[in-house]
T-cell receptor, first 111, second 114 residues
Framework: SQELEQSPQSLIVQEGKNLTINCTSSKTLYGLYWYKQKYGEGLIFLMMLQKGGEEKSHEKITAKLDEKKQQSSLHITASQPSHAGIYLCGADTGSARQLTFGSGTQLTVLP | NAGVTQTPKFQVLKTGQSMTLQCAQDMNHEYMSWYRQDPGMGLRLIHYSVGAGITDQGEVPNGYNVSRSTTEDFPLRLLSAAPSQTSVYFC?????????????FGSGTRLTVV
């Protein structure tokens, strides 16, 4: 089965700082999803990457998938308290659209 | 608003009781799935469905049953609740074909089994 490892597990940054969260797979990624979750709430879709070398941005968040399609990074520029939450990467296993998730990265942004 | 609706939001059960977690979507998505989220373990797939009348097991199916009689609804049944089933449960849906906007998740059901 596909396993996703996220790092770091938790991150505390000062407002305005940049940060990066990584997601590494044991197998080739055919579809890599990034979600954000606030405590007690559901998952909010951020971005999906499919092609090696692909990069997508939304507001101050940029996600990349490496050429080998085994690692993805999520980069936040000039972090704000609104960015705080749990960031989860999920991989499409390719079978009936099941997603396998990493264990998440807890982000705290200090004002 | 269109999306995935889960009920109830909170539930406390006694060991051995049974209950059904409801999930409904109004986006005509073919795929629906149930995940449970436990601290430090991310989300794990319980059961999923690729369309009405078709269901299959995920990573952690034991103790749970599902059915899919309509495209819109995908209830999750706990047959005899155990403390190990204390968790947050999420239902998700996605259309067939490409899903560039990802899977849509419900807001979750927080279940405690005492």
């Amino acid at each position: 089965s596909q396993e996703l490892e996220q790092s770091p597990q938790s991150l505390i940054v000062q407002e305005g700082k940049n940060l990066t969260i990584n997601c590494t797979s044991s197998k080739t990624l055919y579809g890599l999803y990034w979600y954000k979750q606030k405590y007690g709430e559901g998952l909010i879709f951020l971005m999906m990457l499919q092609k090696g070398g692909e990069e997508k941005s939304h507001e101050k968040i940029t996600a990349k998938l490496d050429e080998k399609k085994q690692q993805s990074s999520l980069h936040i520029t000039a972090s704000q308290p609104s960015h705080a939450g749990i960031y989860l990467c999920g991989a499409d296993t390719g079978s009936a659209r099941q997603l396998t998730f990493g264990s998440g990265t807890q982000l705290t942004v200090l004002p | 608003n269109a999306g995935v609706t889960q009920t109830p939001k909170f539930q406390v059960l006694k060991t051995g009781q049974s209950m059904t977690l409801q999930c409904a979507q109004d986006m005509n998505h073919e795929y629906m799935s149930w995940y449970r989220q436990d601290p430090g373990m991310g989300l794990r797939l319980i059961h999923y469905s690729v369309g009405a009348g078709i269901t299959d097991q995920g990573e952690v199916p034991n103790g749970y049953n599902v059915s899919r009689s309509t495209t819109e609804d995908f209830p999750l049944r706990l047959l005899s609740a155990a403390p190990s089933q204390t968790s947050v449960y999420f239902c998700a849906s996605s259309p067939t074909g490409g899903a560039d906007y990802g899977y849509t998740f419900g807001s979750g059901t927080r279940l405690t089994v005492v």
